[in-house]
């Protein structure tokens, strides 16, 4: 093993990671600490590690093969299967793609205190892809860190508001260890569902495979092309521990601090700290209901500005982070699927306009509540896109005439 070897291996697997901190996740992992308290916490560490076990496959067949999934597909199937993978494929990055959208647009409209107002937090969100466009041209590895950056900021801020709300260590241990979940619904059901969904992203599979590619293997090697192997699953290993703890982060931070609470409890907090949001919340009794907006408002409420700020620049880090994700794995799978060689500006203003013209009419005529409904809706789509991603992924790798040497016997 060699420390020197596992940096220069280093950074795909932190920009695969990447899609399991975006927005989407963080709307998950929020609703599932407030409707379900520390329940649900074994379902996301088990999420998260088939997931590492999917990455790995996906990382092994473009290291042995020096293709990446939408190429192979691209060999291996007919023209109709092959056509309706990749419309899936790219229904799963649009969504994705609003979905950092709504993060951003939110993010924003906190930050300025309501001044930005959402339908110009969405417009804004259109500059930042041209924002990492730039920054692309000065290579892969210099991205990769700016990367590792924003990674870094999600874990200082959602950190900030763990050890701020102090989640209950014992119940911690015992959510994530004990697959249990007494006195579960319907509601709590559709967490379980939806944290899937959220952590295991149909587009990363294309991905991972292609990023990858970016460092040289000589394979007619069968030693280099394990040892290859090795640290790229060790690298992957280690960027998934680190989203997940902070996915265990926000989980237990609204499960500590909101679980079982009502409207009527948080409008009472809200309104002795003089927040300009306490309208959010009716003065009822029913089950409080929290999003990304209405979860940052309550975290302000009850433990100051300083926690809703750094909220917001939580995931306003996360929406932005996932930008570059969504903008590689389209290019990947339309060069792999179709043989196109668009830009990578092209490519992008085609997504993003897609993207952006239903997010930005809700944003216009709608209110928050329901561009955060949007966010659930696009989980539950990311869930019914996954066998788009898997069964490639399992089919290839366990096939001797793809992987040779390296095919996966399960």
């Known amino acids: 093993f060699s420390f020197r070897k596992l940096w220069a291996f280093t950074g795909p697997g932190f920009l695969m990671s990447i899609a399991y901190l975006d927005p989407g996740n963080i709307e998950s992992d929020l609703q599932s600490g407030a409707i ?15 997931g590492l076990l999917l990455q790995r496959l996906a990382a092994r067949l473009g290291v042995v093969t020096g293709l990446h999934l939408a190429e192979v597909c691209n060999r291996q199937y007919h023209k109709v299967p092959r056509i309706i993978l990749w419309l899936m494929v790219e229904l799963a990055i649009i969504g994705s793609d609003m979905q950092e959208v709504i993060g951003s647009a939110i993010a924003i409209n906190l930050l300025s205190v309501g001044r930005i107002p959402l339908w110009g937090g969405v417009l804004i969100t259109i500059a930042d892809t041209f924002v990492f466009l730039f920054l692309d041209k000065y290579g892969l590895r210099k991205l990769e860190a700016f990367f590792g950056f924003l990674i870094t900021i999600m874990a200082l801020t959602f950190g900030y508001e763990y050890i701020t709300v102090k989640p209950n260590q014992e119940k911690l241990l015992q959510g994530l260890f004990v697959p249990y979940c007494q006195n579960c619904g319907t509601p709590q059901l559709e967490q379980a569902v939806g944290i899937v969904g959220a952590v295991i992203m149909p587009h990363n599979m294309y991905l991972h495979s292609a990023l990858v590619k970016s460092r040289q293997v000589n394979r007619a090697n069968k030693r280099e092309v394990q040892e290859a192997n090795k640290y790229f699953f ?18 237990t931070v609204f499960a500590e601090a909101f679980f079982e609470k009502t409207n009527a409890d948080v409008n009472a907090v809200c309104i002795n700290s003089s927040s300009p949001h306490s309208s959010l919340f009716p003065n009822n009794n029913q ?17 100051g500005p300083a926690a809703l700020y750094i909220w917001a620049i939580g995931i306003l880090a996360a929406g932005q982070s996932s930008t570059m994700t969504g903008t590689y794995s389209g290019q990947f799978v339309m060069e792999g699927f179709l043989n196109l060689r668009w830009s990578r500006f092209a490519r992008v203003l085609l997504t993003r306009s897609i993207a952006i013209t239903p997010t930005l009419l809700v944003a216009i005529f709608q209110d928050v509540e329901h561009l955060t409904g949007m966010n659930d809706f696009l989980n539950v789509l990311m869930s019914l896109q996954l066998p788009f991603a898997l069964i ?3 089919t290839f790798t366990s096939l001797p005439s793809v992987m040779h040497d390296f095919a996966n016997g399960l």
């Open 36 to 50: 379900a308290g520390f329940k649900l916490l074994w379902v996301l560490l088990l999420a998260t590690v088939i």
């Open 234 to 251: 060790i690298e992957s290993c280690i960027a998934l521990f680190v989203s997940f703890i902070i996915n265990i982060f926000v989980v």
């Open 287 to 303: 089950t409080l209901e929290v999003d990304i907006y209405k979860g940052g408002v309550v975290l302000g409420c009850y433990f």
């Open 392 to 394: 490639p992924v399992l």
